[in-house]
T-cell receptor, first 112, second 116 residues
Framework: EAQVTQNPRYLITVTGKKLTVTCSQNMNHEYMSWYRQDPGLGLRQIYYSMNVEVTDKGDVPEGYKVSRKEKRNFPLILESPSPNQTSLYFC???????????FGPGTRLTVT | AQSVSQHNHHVILSEAASLELGCNYSYGGTVNLFWYVQYPGQHLQLLLKYFSGDPLVKGIKGFEAEFIKSKFSFNLRKPSVQWSDTAEYFCAVNAGYGGATNKLIFGTGTLLAVQP
């Protein structure tokens, strides 16, 4: 089954404790992206990647890092999480140029 | 910069009522337009999309949307809603720079509650 998976689905952590949210897709998509969803703000892009070893900032990259060492994986790294990063995070992927993005199930992160 | 506006933040309807959700975007060039739906506790799913051609596009579950270029609008419609349509709806736009970027700009979402 074609899908985008994310882990963990729920995470509660404390300020400053490094964490990684994994994202994996099995559709051989070149493009992958991370979004955060906040009430009243919709989805905002954090980082994106157009292929292996090619990543770039989205609209709200501060406090986040990503890597793309393999085509299928695109982890999101919070080196020192803060409470304002409490949010719902979605990973998405698509073929380059396709524009139709497939979304993962979301990761609800709470930073206390 | 591109932006997307959804003017209805929260809509409450009774079953069988007709639905129209507004979406306006700001970009003067070629655009690709999308409506995504997010059911409670689930991820975003594509409802329908417009790339080119017939400005009236039909999607899944009886939804349709009309692209009106002169009004920079892409409103979502359904003639008769069901309780199962309760969800949050997001309009999104991509400026379609020849496929060089897949970036989507999302609206803030419209929360639809359908009362049985």
């Amino acid at each position: 089954e074609a899908q985008v998976t994310q882990n963990p689905r729920y995470l509660i952590t404390v300020t400053g404790k490094k964490l990684t949210v994994t994202c994996s897709q099995n559709m051989n998509h070149e493009y992958m992206s991370w979004y955060r969803q906040d009430p009243g703000l919709g989805l905002r892009q954090i980082y994106y990647s157009m292929n292996v070893e090619v990543t770039d900032k989205g609209d709200v990259p501060e406090g986040y890092k990503v890597s793309r060492k393999e085509k299928r994986n695109f982890p999101l790294i919070l080196e020192s999480p803060s409470p304002n990063q409490t949010s719902l995070y979605f990973c998405a992927s698509s073929l380059l140029g396709s524009h139709e993005q497939y979304f993962g199930p979301g990761t609800r992160l709470t930073v206390t | 910069a591109q932006s997307v506006s959804q003017h209805n933040h929260h809509v409450i309807l009774s079953e069988a009522a007709s639905l129209e959700l507004g979406c306006n975007y700001s970009y003067g060039g070629t655009v690709n337009l999308f409506w995504y739906v997010q059911y409670p506790g689930q991820h975003l799913q594509l409802l329908l999309k417009y790339f080119s051609g017939d400005p009236l596009v039909k999607g899944i579950k009886g939804f349709e949307a009309e692209f009106i270029k002169s009004k920079f609008s892409f409103n979502l419609r359904k003639p008769s809603v069901q309780w199962s349509d309760t969800a949050e709806y997001f309009c999104a736009v991509n400026a379609g720079y020849g496929g060089a970027t897949n970036k989507l700009i999302f609206g803030t979402g419209t929360l639809l509650a359908v009362q049985p």
